[in-house]
């Protein structure tokens, strides 16, 4: 068959100088029994001392067939051994046979059904799979399925979903993408759907995977993530007009706002002292003292002692420039938008209020309504008049949270690039018209969103209102349980949230406007 490949003259004759060796006595696997054989390949193993490794294991499997006591199991583990580390040498003309004999011997003694066939069926499907042999490696990952699926619960659905991954992906590189587009799907609910899971990596696999096949099979590998890119672009750009026609994706939006806040983080950490410059007016812009020493988390009279510093500097700031300059100068505007900025990161949002009010009726005088200044300043009032009502009476959580409709997740899946992965994944099938898919994946998404960035990150604002979106799409508009007027709602308090926070960020760069 083309799967194998016969070894090389050089591995025959090593093999044979090492059979020879052993069977003189001068091995330390020799003569000691298979276990102590078995052991000393897998410190050759370890040491990838492969051809060492091959004699140890030759040796086990001839002492295990002529030792009265061993059984079944031993034999399978013996004939298993000696089959990968044949592969790991190349070696697959042995190393096939070898499995295939390994799961006639656990057939026999626990039966063709038995999930101890499941792990020597997938080493075996890899091999084939690897080598390009679609055919065969199919028929066996498909018998793995079948085995999981009517295996007695206990794994919690890790296993199922390890050979429904190894299927659809044996389906995907044979070009068999309306097979294996559901299996996906089904491997990512199994997996999110585990109480606990060691590790990510097959998750992170079946979500990518996932959304490259829906690329590829739909065509949406030129379009969707073009588009996406391009709506990150326009985000970031004030300037550029909005993209009409196709909706644009809220969670992209969210995530070019979350490009700019770590490029916040990086302007405000170590020795910062803020950022210079000149104003609209051409005025110097003040330059706020360098805060040294801060340390990740500060303690609150540490914090504050800081932000009372920030206060003193701003309030001599402003009573320098209106005696120098005036008290409708913009530079006397600038400087109370900085205090107001202080204010607002510390809670004191009438303080902050009254600052931007100053602020704004200056900006207006000097640069007329339509200026950039005026804008960003009557946003913030805009921003703290909502908050009052949010603070006062609005949501104290989520929506949807306070509704028990949030899905546990295990704890390895609570990643923000696994939750990223879920949101591009709702979009996809979301504009290929799988609503059910859809609502399972941003509901997934909205919930690692969450876990990852709490409650105020415009990260999880986008999630919400492209789950929104979908729910409205479904005809979940309103009424009890989750709809799209409750996550529209709780998006628009968790966005006021995250752009005070943004504001305090900007204070902390001195970029307050």
Known sequence: MSYIRPRSNTALVFSSVLALFLQTGHSQAAGIGWRAGLEEGDRRMVAKEYPLAEGCFRQALRDVKRDKTSGADDLALCQEKLAAVLYKQDIVDES???YLQCLKTLERAHGKESPLL??????????YEFDGNYKPALSVYERAVAIAENAPAGSGGLELAQCKH?????????????KAEPLYFSCITLLLGCKTLSTGDLLEACLSDYGDLLEKSYGLGKNLPSEVRGELLRDRLDSLPKKAGVPTSNFATAVSIKLAEKEDAAFAG???????????????????????????????????AINRQRIDFYERMIAIDIKTLGAEHPSVARDL??????????????????????????YEGVYGDDALLVQRTRSMLD????????DDGGAAG???????????????????????????????????????????????????????????SVLMAGTLKDYARLLRSLGKVSGPGLSAEMLEADAGVVLKRALRQRVAAEQARGLAP
């Open 383 to 390: 921003l703290l008049n909502d908050e009052r009502a949010t």
């Open 166 to 178: 190894r299927l659809a992906r044996a389906l995907y590189k044979s070009g068999n993408f309306q």
């Open 270 to 304: 170590g020795a910062e002292t803020g950022a210079g410059g000149d104003t609209e007016d051409g005025a110097h812009r003040s330059v706020m003292p360098p805060l040294r020493g801060l340390k990740t988390t500060p303690d609150p009279a540490a914090l504050e």
């Open 96 to 98: 096939v046979p070898l």
């Open 118 to 127: 499941l792990p020597r069926l997938l080493e075996l499907g890899y091999i």
């Open 398 to 456: 989520l929506g949807f949270t306070a509704s028990g409709n949030l899905p546990s997740l295990p704890l390895a899946a609570q990643k923000l690039d696994t939750a990223i992965r879920l949101n591009y994944l709702a979009l996809l099938t979301y504009s290929l018209g799988k609503l059910p898919e859809s609502e399972k994946l941003y509901s997934w998404a909205a919930t690692d969103m969450y876990l990852t960035t709490g409650e105020n």
């Open 337 to 362: 938008c900085g205090l107001a900025a202080i204010q607002m990161s510390a809670g004191n949002y009438e303080a902050a209020r009254q600052l931007f009010s100053r602020a704004l009726k200056i």
